[in-house]
């Protein structure tokens, strides 16, 4: 059916249908921020190292949870506000939905309302790069993927001076609420801002939205980032079409690494879609201690298996962030980010890698010394790159999944050596990654963004500064959605970055006591020795409703049986 906005030859037929989709708001937030009032919880503790937390933000630790309920409140339509977001991080699906969603609801308020959107993340603070968003301007964004609206970017604003930029600017264009949308690390640098504004006195208010695909930004209130439901359903239709692949031609085994930085929640979830027949999970890893060598032995152990029944074929999913999993991978990543640190001058005047590696094999214990240098060049090198602003380890840039197949070929070798393994072996490795993270929103993430979005215009207009937005019992219909903040210095605990302690927001990790596992762990030999591959296909936009408006696995098994 042609539309008006299909005329738009930048604009594909899709996605001038999804631009017509219209997200449903959960009832609470349907009359506008006018008609919601808050309700203050008990005060909150950080989630670990308490005093030190509470030392380093004395005006916003042990805020209380605030939920919104019914109830006017013609004040927040009086004051006229002039709010601005800022997209920071890495992409995920739903982000124009937030920025549409925070519009609409300012507007809805007080047409006079302004927002402004920084350009390229938090970098667009400290250079005033910004521009206003219209809803002319948001007309064709609505319900799309990418972040391309404003950009993004990983900078952090943690230095005294840029604290000081970021002040002048949101003063100098009379900036009274700013909305970061991003992970952890985004939200702690939210969280930092919110303080550093209480503590000069100035009336801006600071509220953060839970964006990662990782899904590692969770707790009781935050039941899931948003990004996840859309990327794990695109890298599970990828993995089950490779699984059908497999099946077909059974003759060879695939490696398959997904995106995570660190917690293993995506690959758990693909997982789930489509029954693979083995999947790494790094913080089982990290929980059983297992050394590089025991996972290259269980490896080696389902492939002879399946060889001895004729089956020289297969799908292994490999969580990104297992490298950091592994004990003494782990061990080897925390010595290389101090020295990457302490020596960054000196590195920095290096010319080749191969310098850059004999230096600072030559300042490392014996021990990780050696590891080092056992490692494959290419591995090596990848884990010396740059840190990102925060201090992390860039995972995307390292291929765990060919470690992991260098070092099967030499062990089914040995193996065949030995008469334990009389299969073939051929390899195919992916990396699916980017690939999920500008997907068209599912219809789970286009709802979820916009109210996300337009639950923080209503924190705005209500003054809760230093805020993540909060939407939950979201197994429920969006229209019982339940909305309302969490202080981001809840979250937080103190941990080692570039060298030295900072206050952060602790990642969710998988949980090995928690539902999606322990589901999995039951089913996995299962799944390793037979096909029981599922092939979920793509995300429907249109059609009955328990196709469009599925939710994760992940969801489901955590907040399912929860009321
Ligand atoms: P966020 O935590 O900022 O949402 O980013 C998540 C992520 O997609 C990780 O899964 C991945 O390791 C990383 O970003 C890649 O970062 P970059 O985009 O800088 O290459």
């Known amino acids: 059916m042609p539309t008006k906005t299909s005329k738009n030859p930048n604009c594909s037929l899709l996605q001038a249908h999804r631009c017509l989709y219209k997200p449903v708001l959960p009832e609470i937030l349907k009359k506008g921020p006018c008609f919601v009032k808050v309700k203050t919880g008990k005060a909150t503790q950080s989630v670990a190292d308490q005093a ?230 790094g913080e089982e890893v990290l929980a059983k201690k297992m050394t590089l060598k025991q996972i290259i032995d269980y490896l080696a152990g389902i492939i002879a298996a399946r060889a001895k029944q004729g089956k020289n074929f297969g799908v292994v999913l490999v969580p990104e962030g297992l490298i950091e999993f592994i004990p003494e991978m782990k061990a080897l990543i925390s010595a290389l980010n101090d020295l990457l640190a302490d020596h960054e001058a000196e590195l920095a005047k290096m010319d080749s890698i191969t310098e850059k590696k004999e230096f600072i094999i030559s300042k490392l214990p014996a021990k990780l010394a050696a590891l080092m240098k056992s490692l494959p060049a290419g591995i090596a090198s990848q884990l010396m790159l740059d840190r990102d602003p925060h201090g992390n380890v860039q995972v995307s840039l390292i291929e765990t999944e060919k470690l992991l197949v260098e070092m099967l070929r030499t062990r089914l070798a040995e193996m065949k050596k030995a008469d334990k393994y009389n299969g073939k072996f051929s390899a195919i490795m992916h990396f699916f990654g980017y690939e999920g993270r500008c997907g068209v929103p599912s219809t789970f993430d286009a709802n979820y963004t916009y109210a996300l979005g337009y639950n923080a215009a209503a924190l705005a207009l209500n003054g809760c500064s230093g805020y993540l937005s909060s939407v939950r019992k979201l197994t429920r219909k969006p229209q019982q959605w339940e909305c309302g903040g969490v202080p981001l210095t809840m979250m937080m605990n103190i941990e080692r970055r570039k060298g030295k302690e900072k206050p952060v927001i602790r990642k969710a990790l998988v949980e090995l006591t928690g539902e999606p596992f322990k589901q999995f762990a039951k089913k996995r030999d299962l799944w390793a020795m037979s096909e029981a591959y599922l092939f979920p296909g793509p995300i429907q936009y249109f059609g009955p409703a328990e196709v469009t408006d599925m939710i994760t696995y992940t969801l489901r098994f955590e907040r399912g049986g929860k009321k």
Request: glycine residues 10%; contains cysteine.
């Open 52 to 281: 030190t937390v509470k030392k380093m933000f004395p005006n916003t630790y042990g805020m209380p949870e605030v939920t919104f309920i019914k109830g006017s409140n013609p004040a927040v339509g009086k004051k006229t506000v002039k709010a601005a977001v800022v997209l920071s991080g890495g992409q995920a699906p739903g982000g124009h939905n937030v920025i549409a969603g925070l519009l609409d609801g300012l507007k809805k308020a007080n047409p006079k309302n302004k927002l402004y959107g920084f350009l390229g993340g938090p970098s667009g603070i400290l250079d005033a790069q910004w521009k206003e968003i219209t809803p002319k301007l948001m007309e064709n964004y609505r319900n799309t993927g990418g972040f391309d609206l404003i950009q993004s970017g990983r900078t952090k604003i943690e230095s005294e001076e840029q604290l000081a930029k970021a002040l002048d600017t949101l003063k100098k264009y009379k900036v009274n609420a700013l909305i970061i949308v991003g992970g952890d690390d985004s939200n702690t640098n939210a969280g930092v801002l919110a303080e550093y504004f209480k503590q000069q006195g100035a009336d801006i208010c600071v509220i953060g939205v839970p964006k990662t695909i990782d899904g590692d930004l969770k707790n009781d209130k935050i039941e899931t980032s948003f990004g996840f439901d859309t990327a794990t359903k695109i890298y599970a239709e990828m993995v089950g079409n490779i699984c059908r692949d497999v099946n077909s031609a059974r003759k060879y085994w695939h490696f398959i690494r997904l995106m995570g930085r660190s917690a293993s929640h995506i690959t758990l979830e693909v997982a789930h879609e489509t029954h693979p027949n083995v999947t790494l999970v």
